[in-house]
Each structure stands twice: as C-alpha cells, then as structure tokens.
C-alpha cells in the first residue's frame, strides 16, 4: 500500500517515522522544505506538490496545524479532494471541527473516494514512540482499509461511527482534559493553602472518586513548578477549545463548565505564555488567590 | 478497646456494624431509638446520652449530619469534649469545615484527649461493606491508638497530617467529584448530539487523558437514564459544596470551577429533587440545550 503524508510538524513527523519503521512506501509533502528533506533522508518519497502526492498514492494522510489550512488543503483548489480518484481513502489527523470534517466527506464521496476523520491524542511523544490515540469516524470499510496503517502509528485505534464521530470524541476529550486541568488547580491550591502535600493528597484523590488522569499527570508539576516548556502547551488548548465552543454554538448545547475552563486556559496563555503546560491554570488561581 | 459511636445514620449504621462484626465492645447512641434497638440487637451497647457513651468507652466516633450539629454533639453543653478525659482519643468521621476541626481539636487539647478529624468516602456501602477511604488529620500518636478502629471499617486509611488535614482532604475529593461530574455531562451530552455512543465514548476516554473516575461511573447512569435514587445523592454535595465555599473565602483562594458546579448541582437539587443521584446535572444541561 502506497501511503501519503501531508504536514511534517511535531505529529506528522513522528508518524511519518513509524510508517518509514513499518516498511510503508511513503511519500511526504510539507510547506517547510527542511521538515521533507528529514522524511527523505529517512527513506519518504517527496512529492514537489499536494497534488502529486495524492496521484501517487493509495491512502492519504494530513496531520495540519488548523481548521482553515486543513479546509484549503482539502477542500481548496489544486487540493486533496480536486486531485482524488475512486477507491482512495483520505484521512484528516487534525483536530477540526464537525462541519468542516463532514463537508470533506461528502466532497470526497462525490469522486468515489473515502474520508475519514481520524484525530490522534497522546502528544509528539506518542506520535514518536507510536503510541497514538486514533479515534476514527466514517465509512467502516475505508477504516478497515486504512486500519493496517493506523497500527503503524497508535495502541489505541477506535472507529468510533459515522463522519465526524472522530472529531467529536478528540473534541470531548479536550473538554475533559480541559476542565479537568482546571480542577485540579483549584483542588492543588486548597491543599497547598491548608497544608497538604499536592503528591501525597494526589495518591488518595487516585484510589477515591476524585481521581482523573489529569490530576495524577500534574501533581509532580505543580509540585515542582516546572510550567514552562511542555509536550501539551496550552496553545492546543486554546485552538481546540475555539473549535469546542463553535461546535457548542451550532449543535446548540450550554458548555458552561467548558467555556469557564477556556477562560482560564486562554487567560493562562496570554499572562505567561502560550508554550506554557496545560497545567498553568493553577497559575492564573494563585495570583487570583493573592499568591 | 471499648469504642463508642454517635449517630447510626445511613452511614453510621453500618460502620457500627463492622465493629461488632470485629468483635469491638462498642456502645451506641442516637436521637432515634430505633436506630439504637437495631444496633442493640446487633451486640451493641445502648448509652442514654452522649455524656454517658464518653465516659464508658476508650475511643469516641460521630458520624453526624451537618456542621452545626457536629459543634453541638463535640463542643456543646453536655456534649463529648466536656465530659472527655486525658488519654481519650475522640473522632470526629463527618465532612465539616477546617474551623470546627480545629476548634474541637485545640477544646479536646485543653482536656488532655486527643481530637481526629476522619471524614470518609465511599458512601453507604463502603460503610456496609467495610469498604471506606478514612482521611485523617491530626496527632499521629492518636491516629496510631485509633488506627486498628478505622481498619474494620475501611480499606483505605491514610493519615494525612496535622489537624484538619482529613477534613481538607475530604473537601478537595468533593470538589473534584464536583466538577467532573458537571465535566461529564457536557461531555455525555456533546456525544450525544454528535451520534456517538455515550459507553464507547467513555471507554475510549478511559485510556485517554480525559479519563475520570467520575466519568466512568456515570457512564452507565447517563446511559440508561437512571437518576433517581442513589448512595450519592445531590444533598450530600450541596451541604460539602457550602462547606467548600465557606472555606475557599476563609483561605482567600478562587474556587470558580467548583462555584460554577455548585450553581449546576443546586439547581439539580431544585428542579429534580436532592435525592437525585450526583450524575444528573446532565439533566439541567439537557434542559438547557433545548433537551
């Protein structure tokens, strides 16, 4: 199977790797010449468009850094969808929302081919060590057609349903983490303030109906402040939760636990910086709490 | 030893179960005679008043409804800490505030007794099935007398540090519990809307980073649309959240996560009832979303 990727950043890159690992015959595209010439010298193909790409192969690939670039390498002129045939399967890894990833299918339907929504968790480490989440919407028979690729570059692969139930599952997992991160920052200062040890109340929280994944992942940070720099930066947080709030809107649900936690997620990124890690709400609090 | 407890309410009840079933030489009272036969008729000795219960027994534990009641039972006219003794251990198991911790600790201090502040998690049926998480702050020497006590009622005994340090403790757990119940529905509530299956979702969630403990327990509460009647009904979060509330203003801390839950979980209470279990504040979302 000839697999395509499109969009080398922090997760393409790594999955592309896994695929080169796995013996894929793939061939890369990227706006950053640098970010191919690294594919290449570990075994990709480059194609000098996104065009050629999908005329060379058999599964398409993205992993993109928005909605609007995703919509323009899909859906734009010279794109993804202008240039497929019937039979291809195409694949958005990016986090986008529930319009934009069924509108791709339905274009991608009228030339015959597959789309499948297919958003990923587990960061750049995950996307490295090929550990990714891949959580997968549309037709079962594209996602059984692209599942052996999917193996190559995650644990934990679901096809969750129809169009868009990938996006919308990746979408509720951010609103969890997001709230959650929040949370725990409320929960780490009360402990802090009242003379609590954040690790220690962070292992009784984990064998009681407090616990979260998120709660364990930030004790240690919390505890030793170590904010800056980090494999979950609030940034993606901050776009996710944008796409959130607009899925929010046109389905007509109240998000009001969601829209507080950007609140302080974007008030986190704009106070100390948006590399700053998802736990740094707890930052915004302390200041809140005349720390 | 010779144990005594006061009140055999829904949890009570069944923590002086387990330390007959251990073989304690325990003596009961409560303002309900009822209870006390049931207790009786279990092996337990009846006390007429909580003066003659302290003065009978080694150890003394309250499980009690509300704040104000626990200050009237500890530090009131007749009550345990003027009728204490030096040596004794006292043990205060419900969910109150740092203040009244603390104060009943420094009255018992003055008598030469030792005060425990021990609220539990785990609901009626941890209390039946010996089965608690017991936070507890305070001395450790009276922690240690105490200790073999806690251990026929609960698996999951930890000391957490000085005084009021179980009652911080149990409040963080409730905040958490708090928010991510709210956290949930919205989640559960987006899945719904978007086509997926709210238990697969879960699931999925579960080896993601927005797994929950809370989240997988109401999976199947939301699923099946079964609020009504619980071992953790929305009362018991509406009196810890005031707790909570009272507290955060006392340290000076922001707690607007968990005030935004409490609004979410009062209105529960008041449009559905306060026996409703803590998942149903999916129904207030619902309603708001045109549900």
Redo the contacts between chains.
């Keep these: 199977m000839r697999v395509g990727m499109i969009g080398l950043g922090f997760m393409g890159s790594g999955m592309a790797a896994n695929l080169l690992k796995g013996g894929i015959d793939l061939t890369v595209n990227d706006i950053l010449p640098e970010k191919v010439e690294r594919a290449v010298s570990l075994g990709a193909r480059a194609a000098g468009s996104v065009g050629a790409l999908v005329e060379r192969v058999d599964v398409v690939l993205a992993s993109l850094p928005s909605v609007e670039v995703c919509r323009q390498v899909f859906l734009g002129p010279g794109g993804v969808i202008e240039h497929a045939r019937a039979g291809q399967v195409l694949v958005d890894h990016s986090t986008v929302d529930?319009v934009a990833s069924r509108e791709c299918a339905e274009a991608a339907a009228a030339k015959g081919a597959g789309f499948l929504d297919a958003p990923v968790?587990g960061g750049p480490k995950g996307a490295e060590e090929g550990t990714l989440?891949i959580?997968v919407g549309g037709e079962r028979a594209a996602f059984e057609t692209a599942r052996p690729v999917f193996d190559l570059m995650g644990t934990?692969v679901?096809h969750?349903?129809?169009s868009?139930?990938g996006t919308?599952?990746k979408?509720?997992?951010?609103?969890?983490?997001s709230?959650?991160t929040?949370?725990?920052a409320?929960?780490f200062?009360?402990?802090e303030?009242?003379?609590?040890?954040v690790q220690?109340?962070a292992d009784?929280?984990h064998?009681?109906?407090?616990?979260?994944?998120?709660?364990e992942?930030n004790a240690p940070i919390v505890k030793r402040r170590e904010f800056a720099g980090s494999g979950?930066p609030v940034r993606l947080f901050v776009k996710d939760l944008g796409i959130l709030t607009k899925?929010?809107r046109d389905?007509?649900?109240?998000?009001?636990?969601?829209n507080?936690?950007q609140e302080?997620i974007n008030e986190t990124s704009e106070t100390f910086g948006d590399d700053y890690d998802v736990s740094a709400p707890f930052l915004v609090?302390e200041k809140?709490?005349?720390g």
């Design positions: 529930l968790s989440s959580m934990n679901r969750m349903g129809g868009g139930s919308a599952m979408l509720m997992n951010q609103l969890l983490v709230v959650h929040c949370a725990a409320e929960a200062l009360l402990a303030r009242a003379g609590l040890d220690t109340a009784v929280l064998v009681s109906w407090g616990g979260s994944t998120i709660l992942r979950a899925l929010g389905l007509g649900i109240a998000l009001p636990m969601s507080l936690a302080l609090l809140r709490s005349g």
